[in-house]
């Protein structure tokens, strides 16, 4: 594999905060078992899958890691959780910063095409063709906090209450953690009583338009920034097209790009 390659897919400031995330390996007594893998060229064997598309047995045997073994470690470190705990870790690390705006997040989704699995439903705006969402919450200027994945044919407003309860607790420059925006906006598809009454419960002030009388057009002066970063998740070509049948291993997935884009944000500040 092309170090320039394996910098450019996963940098020392992206496996610094990753490193100490993974299950450690240990022998058993007996013998036998799973032997030890190259840790580092595994999870950039997991980044080059999401990157560019490909599937599993096409990846390239200069990783220095059998297309099998990636995918046995994409797998452990789905179940036990690592692409949460590394988005969390690049959110404390910004958040730390101050560069995490809390005055306000923003919810949108798009669709994926789906070629199999769990998590699917027919999409009432592609003639019905089976599909999943993916549900995002940011922050103010478009870093996403909080995702979710769902059937094409759950409505938008059934993932609002838990992105927004989902949404991980982060540190501050100042003071304590934190993990509820002073505003929520969101189009009209997340109105309803039920969901203004929740959050104005939590402190949280919404902002979304009310069906038939205002149009979600005036939030685009916020909106657009979700809707930026949206099509940066898209970017990762993985996610254009879901073949993965788990929906665990779906939502791995854009668990790590968003793990991703925000080192990138990490990254820029160290520049």
Not at 140 to 164: E, F, K, M, T, Y
Not at 239 to 259: C, D, I, M, N, Q
């Amino acid at each position: 594999m092309s170090v320039d390659l394996s910098q450019r897919l996963v940098p020392d400031g992206l496996w610094e905060l990753a490193a100490p995330l993974p299950p450690k390996f240990t022998s058993r007594p007996q013998g036998g078992g799973t032997a030890p893998v190259d840790e580092r060229a595994a999870f950039t064997a997991v980044v080059y899958v999401l990157t560019s598309g490909c599937a599993w047995r096409h990846l390239p045997e200069t990783f220095g890691v059998s297309p099998a073994t990636a995918h046995r470690r994409f797998a452990l470190w789905t179940e036990a959780g690592l692409w949460r705990r590394l988005h969390r870790e690049v959110l404390d690390e910004l958040g730390a910063r101050g560069e995490v705006d809390w005055t306000a997040a923003i919810v949108d989704a798009a669709s994926v095409q789906r070629k199999g699995g769990r998590l699917t439903g027919r999409n009432p705006v592609d003639r019905g063709k089976k599909g999943s969402r993916l549900h995002v919450l940011s922050d103010a200027q478009g870093l996403p906090l909080a995702l979710g994945v769902s059937g094409a044919s759950v409505h938008d407003g059934q993932a609002l209450l838990p992105l927004v309860a989902g949404t991980p607790a982060v540190r501050s420059r100042r003071g304590p953690r934190r993990r509820r925006p002073g505003r929520l906006r969101a189009d009209k598809a997340y109105h309803s009583a039920e969901k203004l009454t929740w959050l104005r419960e939590r402190g949280i002030v919404p902002r979304i338009a009310r069906p038939g009388i205002e149009s979600s057009k005036r939030l685009g002066r916020h909106r657009w920034k979700i809707g930026r970063s949206i099509p940066w998740l898209f970017g990762y070509r993985r996610l254009t097209v879901r073949y993965e049948r788990k929906g665990s291993h779906f939502l791995a997935f854009p668990g790590l790009a968003v793990a991703l884009t925000c080192c990138k944000k990490l990254a820029q500040l160290a520049t």
